[in-house]
């Protein structure tokens, strides 16, 4: 979560990257604050008989793909590792509202609070996070590698 004095540096530094960092993030932790509710939706859907058989699979498999440590991003890389597994099983849960019977997504997000739309808007504030943290951690260490190149051609002319 942003703390105080994050935020309050952030907003002091008053810069289109800082403010677009600290939206990213907040709608992230909206996110992350959904969690366990999204534990409950899919727990509802995997054990509400009328669910079909097929999007079961489908949820569990992208559960499977939560708790494996074999995927596209592993889990040892803080951050991005834990994105992906988010992403996946927000997806699978997104895509098993789609595929059930529509009386029964209706029923089940009404009881949680969660319908399409915020999984959409979930889904869409991981992709807003990876892509700051990408394009802004690209740009730093492209500085980083610029300030390293200078210092060195500045020795070597001394």
């Known amino acids: 979560m942003i703390d105080d004095a994050e935020t ?4 002091e530094d008053g810069t289109a990257d800082a403010r677009e960092r600290q939206e990213a993030l907040s709608a992230f932790w909206d996110t992350v604050r959904r969690l366990p509710t999204y534990v409950r939706l899919i727990a509802a859907l995997m054990s509400d008989p009328r669910v079909p058989h097929r999007v079961r ?12 440590p074999v995927d596209l991003i592993p889990g040892v890389i803080p951050v991005a590792g834990q994105l ?15 595929m059930v019977p529509a009386h029964v997504a209706e ?13 959409d808007g ?6 807003r996070l990876v892509r700051v943290g990408v394009t802004q ?4 260490i492209l500085g980083q590698v ?3 190149g200078t210092a060195v051609a500045r020795r070597r002319s001394s």
């Open 122 to 127: 979930d889904l869409a504030a991981i992709r």
């Open 84 to 98: 992906d597994d988010v992403y996946v099983a927000l997806m699978a849960t997104r895509q098993a509202m789609r």
């Open 8 to 11: 309050q540096m952030l907003a």
């Open 146 to 148: 610029n300030r390293l």
């Open 57 to 68: 699979v489908m949820v569990a498999a992208g559960g499977a793909y939560v708790v494996s």
């Open 137 to 140: 951690g690209a740009a730093w």
């Open 107 to 119: 029923e089940i997000t009404w009881r949680y609070g969660i319908d399409e739309s915020t999984i």
